[in-house]
Nanobody
């Protein structure tokens, strides 16, 4: 079993930045592909970014050039640096883990999930 705990959400003005963190428990962090998803009220959960255990990275087109995903295997943590935030980025952001080296954009293909952290961007 893997536990994921997100932090770093909050309220920020448009154009601002936030850095989300996702700390994982257990000794197998390096075995996981890690992903970030978000869900706005009344909308489906959508892919934001993912980083495989070998370092391959993928971004949703809506965040490309503004968000940066990274992982620190020594700290069992994955990060999402969010710059140039827009009101449409407002959502609950979830961290997810999948036990292999393949990047997927579909939420049901991830095995473990955090509880989410709220990001609100005011205009």
């Amino acid at each position: 079993q893997v536990q994921l705990v997100e932090s770093g959400g909050g309220l920020v003005q448009a154009g601002g930045s936030l850095r989300l963190s996702c700390a994982t428990s257990g000794r197998t962090f390096t075995a996981f592909t890690m992903g970030w998803f978000r869900q706005a009220p009344g909308k489906e959960r959508e892919f934001v970014s993912a980083i495989s255990r070998s370092g391959t990275i993928n971004y949703a087109d809506s965040v490309k050039g503004r968000f940066t995903i990274s992982r620190d295997n020594a700290k069992n943590t994955v990060f999402l640096q969010m710059n140039s935030l827009k009101p449409e980025d407002t959502a609950v952001y979830y961290c997810a883990a999948r036990r292999d080296d393949i990047l997927y954009r579909r939420a049901p293909l991830y095995d473990f999930w955090g509880q989410g952290t709220q990001v609100t961007v005011s205009s």
